[in-house]
Every structure is written in structure tokens, then in C-alpha cells.
Nanobody, 124 residues
Framework: QVQLVESGGGLVQAGDSLKLSCTASGHTLNTYAMGWFRQAPGKEREFVVTTSSNGGNTYYTDSVRGRFTISRDNAKNTVYLQMNSLKPEDTGVYYC?????????????????WGQGTQVTVSS
């Protein structure tokens, strides 16, 4: 079992930055691909970014590419999501997830473990 805990969310203004963290316990993260998803009020949870288990392959959804950066520190068992130039449409609950598909995935169904989420609110 892998337990994931997200942190770093908050209320910011458009154009600001936030850095989310996702720390794992119960298993080392270097055997999992990782992903970040988000869910806005009244909408389905959507894919944001995924990175392979070794960090060599990364894929971003179009709306965040160039603004968000995923990174992982396997020694700390932590994955980060640096979010710059935030927009009101980035508002939502952000979830990190771990997948045994080592190359990463954009599909929720491919993820085995999920965190509880952290709220990000971007005001205009």
C-alpha cells in the first residue's frame, strides 16, 4: 500500500505561483509513475501531468504546458508540481496519484493510489 499526502495548496491571485508537494509513505515512489489531476467544482477530475518512474518522460495537458513543471525527488519520496502564471481556470482540488504503468499515463483508471487532494484557488 502507498499513502500519498498532498500539500501546498492555497488562495492566490492570477499570475502568482504555487508549488504543490506529494509525499508518499508505505513504499518507495521510484517504482511508480506519478501523475497530477485536478477537479473543478461541478466537473470531472481531469489529467494535468504525468511523469515516468525514472522521470525521463513527462507529458502535460495543453492548458498547463509551459506554466507547470512536475519534478520528483525519489530520495525524499516526494513529487512536486510547480505552478506558475496561475489562471482562475486552474482553480480546483489537485490530486497526486501513483501508477504501476512505469511510463506514465493520462488515464485515471491506470492509477493505483490517490492522495486526498489539496485545494488551489486562483482569484482574478
Amino acid at each position: 500500500q502507498v499513502q500519498l499526502v498532498e500539500s501546498g495548496g492555497g488562495l492566490v491571485q492570477a499570475g502568482d505561483s504555487l508549488k504543490l508537494s506529494c509525499t508518499a509513505s508505505g513504499h518507495t515512489l521510484n517504482t511508480y509513475a506519478m501523475g497530477w489531476f485536478r477537479q473543478a467544482p461541478g466537473k470531472e477530475r481531469e489529467f494535468v501531468v504525468t511523469t515516468s518512474s525514472n522521470g525521463g518522460n513527462t507529458y502535460y495537458t495543453d492548458s498547463v504546458r509551459g506554466r507547470f513543471t512536475i519534478s520528483r525527488d525519489n530520495a525524499k519520496n516526494t513529487v512536486y508540481l510547480q505552478m506558475n502564471s496561475l489562471k482562475p481556470e486552474d482553480t480546483g482540488v489537485y490530486y497526486c496519484a501513483a501508477s504501476s504503468r512505469l511510463g506514465g499515463s493520462i488515464w485515471r483508471i491506470d492509477y493505483d493510489y490517490w492522495g486526498q487532494g489539496t485545494q488551489v484557488t486562483v482569484s482574478s
